[in-house]
């Protein structure tokens, strides 16, 4: 995900929570901390029933939060 991010301008982000080689939450963070990636627009996606009650709670910068199932 870091990869394709630094490599290709992005409109809009959509980030899964749970990454297979990371933290959907951390990498949020290095997007919106970076000046050529704050703008862009993040909506998190998760399975888990309680992370948007944590991710607003983080205070992160997160655009969007979307639940699965959809």
Sequence with gaps: AR????RAPCNLII??????D???I????EVK???ATASIPVVLLST???VRDR????GTDADAYLGKPY
């Design 55 to 58: 991710v607003l709670g983080l």
């Design 15 to 20: 980030l899964d929570v749970v990454l297979p």
């Design 22 to 24: 990371a933290s959907g």
């Design 33 to 35: 901390s970076a000046p």
């Design 48 to 50: 888990e029933s309680e």
């Design 26 to 29: 951390e990498l949020l963070a």
């Design 3 to 6: 990869a394709t991010i630094q």
